[in-house]
Structure formats: structure tokens, C-alpha cells
DNA sequence: CGAATCTTTGAACTGAGTCAATTAAAGTGG
DNA sequence: CCACTTTAATTGACTCAGTTCAAAGATTCG
């Protein structure tokens, strides 16, 4: 319980910016621990006890920034509503996107470590988010289970979402790496009770590029490509996976793979002449 | 206490290849739960009640694997000597390197999601982890706080290495991305009280090349490269670092980064230059 | 000492980065 | 509500860093 009422009564000192009446800033609304664990993927450990823990929740206009990189850990966040995009930016200013964030996404994990958080999030529309004071939340962790047994899960799930962006960096050629983007984004709107098919991006070309480490006009043409050979329409961030099984199949050759001897690595090419009619 | 009990009398079941006597497999030790709090960057947290909790070594052989992708989660693991490669294995049976893990690093977190671990670790040479069985690990976090902090400690900063593996590969040079692994390696030694200046590299080529993204001769070609600029010595897996200072000045050149007017990015090239006499 | 693996180097080809220019979309302000 | 500005997205042309293929040393290990 001391989660809720430390908030909103004497939080203030560190965001500074809080203009209370604006649409963009704090609004704050509220939910319990059940909501959080349930929308986490642990409904299984919401009971009596966590829903009598009132939490509250902010809201984040698009654009801005929640978590600051190097910034000291006050809370984490849970993504309840919208998106986020984490990103580290390098001494030369460049903006490295790490990964994106939707519902049920916990966000600031990766200051657990020293306390100061090592990459930032950013709101890419209007989105909501459960605060969790971290100092308070170690504290219940320790008297109720459940939130422990969240954040570890929460932890395990994010260092999974890293390795699987690493995965898809892996791919050799910038088509399999959007076509892997784009079939795991399908796959985490899925989980959310979305569309499988019908993708609506929030992030822009050059974030995505980021994400995937190529240029953003690579990003552009590989959607391109993909829109010919017949796997996607586009209409600007609006995505329809027409042929799942075809963009299912695009999505292998890794390159610098040259196991044994008997590679077939020809795929993309093939399927390329394939399709060209 | 029941850490270390539980461990070595009714394990057995799941890891099959067992065979005490020799001197790859088990060859069991012991430490305490204060050692793994010290060893994992936590000193402050060591007690007298963390003292009185006895956990197990184990030894593990070079190459042995000690977490198989997608085996449940048994236990967690945190390097006490030697070294690991944490990878995944795609469909095409491509291993990609997520990274390298060592004396201080645990091993296993990314399995607190869904008690699946989702990438191996494989030893890179003759190694020692401590044991900590996940499900009875859970329950006494529960009682000492100090174990639970060690958890979220652990995972925070393991976050923090995926993204600066992450942001390794973000560079748009293969020669950059060496030269942030070096730095990165030589940063990880110091840390661990070695020297800052001579690296003992315990991968091989290709497992660089697959963390950084690139062929295994890119890297090749790049230490060599390196050399010829001054900045480093290699004979075989021994590199010193001659010039910390250039090194450095290498890093930078990020890619995908035209930010503004004004971005000087001719620094690889010119640098080449300069150098080649 | 030979087999296997690792490492380095060479040569040729190509995918993707960069620069540039056009179009589309989304804000802004009068 | 419409001109105006700004940002996002697409497409083209050119170039080069890095992959791929190949082959020769070096190192490790049985």
C-alpha cells in the first residue's frame, strides 16, 4: 500500500517537469498489483493480497522521454497502454534503438544493476504506464512473493526480447532482417489478442533501421522488395502480412554460417527471380 | 542451507552425463553465499547470515556446455574462474554469440521468464561456476534480502552487456567494432583487478565475429589493421594494448548517424592515412 | 608426427551505405 | 481553412567495405 501513497504526495522532486492540468503530463489514474501481474503474463499470481495494493499510473504524451539514460532509478515502469522505443545514445549522439516495448513490457530494467538506468525509453504515441517506485517495490517484493516472482519474470523476458534482437541483427542480408521484424512484431501483437496479419508500426523507418543497424533507406527498400515478391502491403506504417508462410520462409540464410560443407544459401536470390514474375 | 544439500544427493535426474572421477565433470567445492556476493559486485551485502549459507561449485571443461538452449531452468550459475560464450543457434543451425561472460557474471538469467533458458553457455576453457538452484534460490531470497538483491543486481547488469553488445555492433565499421571489443574486454579486466593493457583473449576468432555481427576474416583483417596503426600487439590470443589513447579515438564513426549539417566521419579513412607511413 | 582447427592473407564480387532529389504526410500559424 | 514549414518516406545512382571463396601458415592435441 505505501507504493500508491508515496507517489502522488511527495513525488515531485526529481521529474521536475509537472504541470498538472495539462493533457500531455502526469493524469495520473490507478490500477492494483493483480492488474499488473496479470498484464505481465503472471495472472496466475494475482490473489487477495495484490489486489488490495493500489498502484498508480501516468500518462506519457508522445515524444517524451520517461526514462532518461544515466538518470538514477526511481521507479520501473510497466507499459499498460501505447509504446515505447529504448534507446542508448553514443558519445557522437548517435541514437541506438534498442528494442520497442507494447503492453505488459516493463521499462528501466536495465538499471537494476548500479541504480542508474543505461538506456533511455521514449514514448511513441501517447501511452500509459504503471509507476513502480523501485525502493518501495524491493521492500513489498520482500513480503509479497508475487511481485518478486514479477520482476524476475519481467527480467528474464526482457534479457529474451535482447537476445532475440540480436538475432535478428544476426541475419545476413537487410531483407531477412526486416522480414524477421516484422513476423516478431506480428508475433507479440498476437500475444496481446491483436492481429497477426495486420500490423500498424508506430515507430518511424529510420527507428526500425536503428533497431536492425542498417540505413534507413534499406529498411524502405527492403519493404519494397518484400511488397513485390507478394509476402506485405504497405500504406505508410500500416503493414498486412499477405503471405505468412512466404515471409516465414525469407527469414533464413544468417550469413558467415558456412557449417559443413552442403550450405544451400542461394534462397534469397531464388526467390527473388522466383516471384519477378 | 538447503541450497548446497539439495544440490549434490538428489540432482542427477536431468543433466545425465555424470561422471564422478573425472576430471571434467562435477568435482565438486564449496563457498559461500557472502563469496557470491562479492564476486558478483555486491560486497555491502555480505553477512554473517550469507555466511552461514554453504553453496556448491562445480567444474566445468572447455567447451563443455553448461546451459543448453531451451533446457528448463535447473539452476543459475555465476562464473567464479575462467570464461563462457552465451549463444543461440538458429533454425539453420547458425550460432550466434551473445556474448562472453566472466568471474562475476551469472549465467542462466535470461530462463527467469518462462523457465526456459533461451541461450546456451558453453566454456571457453576450464572453468568453476557456484550453483544456485533456482527454485530453492526463490524461496530463500525470500528470507535474505541480500540473495534477492543479488538477483535483480545480476540481471540489471547482464541488461547492460546485451546492450553494449548491442551498441558494439551498432558501429559502422568492422574496425570500430574491434576496437570497441578490445576496449570493452580490457574494461571488463580491469574490473576484475587484471591488467588493462594485456588481454588474454580465450575465444576464437569466429566467436568475436559472430558477437560482433561480422565474418570471421573481417576481424582478422581488422586486428591487423589495428596493428599497423600502433595502436595494439597480438600474438595469437594475446593483444596489448600499445596506444590506449588512439584505441580510443578509433571508436568512434557510429554510422546511420547524419545528424544535423556538420557530422566529420572521415575519421576511419584519414586515420589509415596518417598511419600507414 | 599427423589431423583438425584456427588464423591470416589474397582476389573478386556485391549488398548496402552514402549522397541526392522527389514525393508524401504531418504539423504550424495566420 | 489553406499556404507554409518540417519531417518522414521512397527511389535512383554510385562507390566501397565486407562477404565469399580459396589457399596457405600456425597452433593445438591426440
Known amino acids: 500500500m505505501q507504493l500508491a501513497q508515496t507517489t502522488p504526495a511527495r513525488t515531485t522532486p526529481a521529474p521536475a517537469i509537472h504541470a498538472p492540468g495539462l493533457l500531455s503530463e502526469p493524469v495520473i489514474g490507478r490500477c492494483t498489483a493483480s492488474d499488473v501481474l496479470r498484464w505481465a503474463g503472471l495472472p496466475q499470481l494475482a490473489s487477495a493480497e495484490s489486489d488490495a495494493l493500489p498502484l498508480w499510473q501516468r500518462r506519457v504524451a508522445a515524444e517524451q522521454t520517461l526514462v532518461h539514460e544515466d538518470q538514477s532509478v526511481q521507479a520501473l515502469y510497466l507499459v499498460a497502454a501505447g509504446s515505447f522505443k529504448c534507446t542508448q545514445t553514443d558519445l557522437e549522439g548517435y541514437e541506438q534503438v534498442l528494442g520497442f516495448a507494447i503492453h505488459g513490457d516493463m521499462l ?74 516484422l513476423l516478431h512484431f506480428a508475433q507479440r501483437q498476437l500475444a496481446q489478442g491483436h492481429s497477426q496479419r495486420r500490423l500498424h508500426l508506430r515507430m518511424t523507418r529510420r527507428d526500425i533501421a536503428s533497431c536492425l543497424c542498417v540505413a534507413h533507406e534499406t529498411v524502405s527498400r ?56
Do not use: W
Not at 123 to 140: C, F, G, I, K, R
Not at 262 to 272: D, F, K, L, N, S
Open 222 to 277: 527492403a519493404l519494397t522488395a518484400l511488397v513485390a515478391q507478394g509476402c506485405i502491403r504497405v500504406c505508410n506504417r500500416d503493414v498486412e502480412i499477405t503471405d505468412p508462410a512466404l515471409l516465414q520462409s525469407m527469414q533464413r540464410v544468417t550469413r558467415g554460417a558456412p557449417r559443413r560443407k552442403g550450405h544451400a544459401q542461394g534462397t534469397a536470390g531464388t526467390a527473388r527471380f522466383a516471384l519477378t514474375q
Open 108 to 181: 528501466g530494467l536495465d538499471g537494476m544493476g548500479d541504480l542508474h538506468h543505461s538506456s533511455a525509453a521514449v514514448a511513441l504515441e501517447d501511452s500509459t504506464v504503471v509507476v513502480l517506485p523501485y525502493p518501495e517495490l524491493l521492500q513489498m517484493s520482500q513480503q509479497l512473493p508475487a511481485l518478486n516472482a514479477l520482476l524476475h519474470h519481467a527480467a528474464g523476458v526482457e534479457l529474451q526480447h535482447r537476445g532475440h534482437t540480436q538475432y535478428l541483427i544476426s541475419a545476413a542480408s537487410a531483407e531477412v532482417r526486416v522480414a524477421r521484424f
